[in-house]
C-alpha cells in the first residue's frame, strides 16, 4: 500500500581523504585512503550512532578502500560484517579524475556548465553521463531495498551516490545532482514505502 515502509537506509558518506579538501573529481578505488582528518569523522559518526540507537540489520558498502576502511568503523560497534555492492561506486569521470571544478573550469569553462546543465551528456567523453549515474545508482538501491523488505541498512559510499539516491528520493532533476552539498563523514536518512520515498535527514555531521 501507499504508506507500507519498504527499508529504511541511513547513508554515511566515507571519511574525508587528501582529495576531499579540494573537492577533486576522483572514482579511483584504491587511492586516496582515509586521512587522520576521515578518521576522526567516522570516529564521531561511530558515536552518533551509538547515542541515536541507530537500528541495523545490514552494513554495505562501496568497493572503494575510503568507503571500506569507514564501513568497517561502523561495522565494530554493530559486531558484524558488511557487504561490499560493486555498484555503489563513485561516478566515472573520465579525464576529469584527480582535478579540482576550479581546475576544470580554468581549463574548459564550457565542459563544466555541460556538466552542471547536461546531466544526460558524458562529461568529459570518457565519463559516465550524470543520467546514466542516478539511473546506476537507482537500479542498486531498488535491488538492496527489494532484498531487505522490512529492515533496517547502512550503506557506507560516496558523496555523488548520497546526492543521486537524494535525487530519486525527492524526484528532482537530474541537474540537481552538484547543486546538492554532502559533507564527508556525514550521514543522511532516506525512508522508502511503496509508492513514494522520505528524506528524513541530510548530511547531518556530528560535532
Not at 28 to 36: I, K, Q, R
Not at 97 to 113: A, C, I, M, R
Not at 133 to 149: H, M, P, Q, S, Y
Not at 195 to 202: D, E, I, M, T
Amino acid at each position: 500500500m501507499y504508506f507500507n515502509r519498504k527499508c529504511k537506509i541511513t547513508f554515511i558518506c566515507n571519511g574525508a581523504t587528501i582529495f576531499s579538501e579540494d573537492d577533486r573529481f576522483t572514482d579511483t578505488e584504491n587511492y586516496p585512503p582515509l586521512s587522520e582528518a576521515g578518521v576522526e569523522e567516522i570516529e564521531k559518526i561511530c558515536e552518533f550512532i551509538k547515542l541515536r540507537g541507530i537500528k541495523n540489520s545490514k552494513i554495505y558498502s562501496s568497493p572503494a578502500i575510503r568507503s571500506k576502511q569507514s564501513a568497517e568503523m561502523v561495522a565494530k560497534v554493530y559486531k558484524q560484517d558488511f557487504d561490499v555492492i560493486e555498484d555503489l561506486h563513485p561516478r566515472k569521470c573520465g579525464s576529469f579524475n584527480g582535478l579540482t571544478f576550479e581546475q576544470v573550469y580554468e581549463k574548459s569553462p564550457e565542459l563544466l556548465d555541460k556538466l552542471i546543465n547536461s546531466p544526460e551528456l558524458s562529461t568529459p567523453e570518457d565519463a559516465e553521463s550524470i543520467t546514466d549515474f542516478i539511473k546506476r545508482v537507482g537500479i542498486t538501491l531498488n535491488r538492496i531495498i527489494d532484498e531487505n523488505i522490512g529492515n533496517r541498512l547502512i550503506i557506507v559510499t560516496h558523496k555523488d551516490v548520497i546526492k543521486a539516491a537524494i535525487c530519486l528520493a525527492l524526484d528532482i532533476p537530474h541537474s540537481s545532482l552538484n547543486r546538492i552539498y554532502i559533507k564527508s563523514g556525514s550521514a543522511t536518512q532516506i525512508t522508502y514505502f511503496e509508492k513514494w520515498a522520505s528524506l528524513v535527514y541530510c548530511d547531518y555531521t556530528p560535532q
